[in-house]
Structure formats: structure tokens, C-alpha cells
């Protein structure tokens, strides 16, 4: 069964960093692209970033190009994301998602609040 943990939420301050970590098991990890997604309080979905399975292509949603960055390592099946220069409009349950966009299966998702 295909499994996906977040981890690395929690509250920040506006201008500060986090890294947030996704775990996989369960699937062929090194085979597929992988998403993070963000859901807003009160709002949808939205695809922040992606990455194809070699990791030599990414995607960043214009709202965060620039301060967010979405790494993988296939060795440990984890895939990341490092969010600098953090904006309360970040502020979100963050999810891992199979896949390239923001339909594949996801986790539980990991919260972040940006505040001061």
C-alpha cells in the first residue's frame, strides 16, 4: 500500500525558513515525479511545486518561485521542500502528492503557520 508521511510543520515566523520532509513506501518511489500541494485555511488546493523522478525538471507556483526549493532523494525514498523568506500567506496544510500537479494520492499533510 502506497504511503506518504509529512513531517516539519509547525509555526514560523514571517521571513524565517522550514524544510519539510515527505516520506514514501509502498510504491516505486525513484519512478515517479512527485508534488507538494497546499491547502489554505478556507481555500483549495494548490500545486506549490513538483518534481520529475530523475529531479533534473521542477515546477514552482508563481506565489512561491523564487523562496520555495522541492528536492528529492531517491536512496531514502524522501522528498523535501525548503521554504525560505516565509510570507503568512504561506500559512497552509502542506501535503505530498504522487505524481506531476495536484490529483495524485496525497498524505495527511503537515501544518504550518506563519506568524509573528
Known amino acids: 500500500e502506497a504511503q506518504l508521511v509529512e513531517s516539519g510543520g509547525g509555526l514560523a515566523q514571517p521571513g524565517g525558513s522550514l524544510r519539510l520532509s515527505c516520506a514514501a513506501s509502498?510504491?516505486?518511489?525513484?519512478?515517479?515525479?512527485m508534488s507538494w500541494v497546499r491547502q489554505p485555511p478556507g481555500k483549495g488546493l494548490e500545486w506549490v511545486s513538483g518534481?520529475?523522478?530523475?529531479?533534473?525538471?521542477?515546477f514552482y507556483a508563481d506565489s512561491v518561485k523564487g523562496r520555495f526549493t522541492i528536492s528529492r532523494d531517491n536512496a531514502k525514498n524522501t522528498v523535501y521542500l525548503q521554504r525560505n523568506s516565509l510570507k503568512p500567506e504561506d500559512t497552509a496544510v502542506y501535503y505530498c502528492?504522487?505524481?506531476w500537479g495536484p490529483g495524485g494520492s496525497r498524505g495527511r499533510g503537515t501544518q504550518v503557520t506563519v506568524s509573528s
Open positions: 509502498g510504491f516505486t518511489f525513484s519512478s515517479l515525479s
Open positions: 518534481i520529475n523522478s530523475g529531479a533534473t525538471y521542477t
Open positions: 502528492a504522487r505524481g
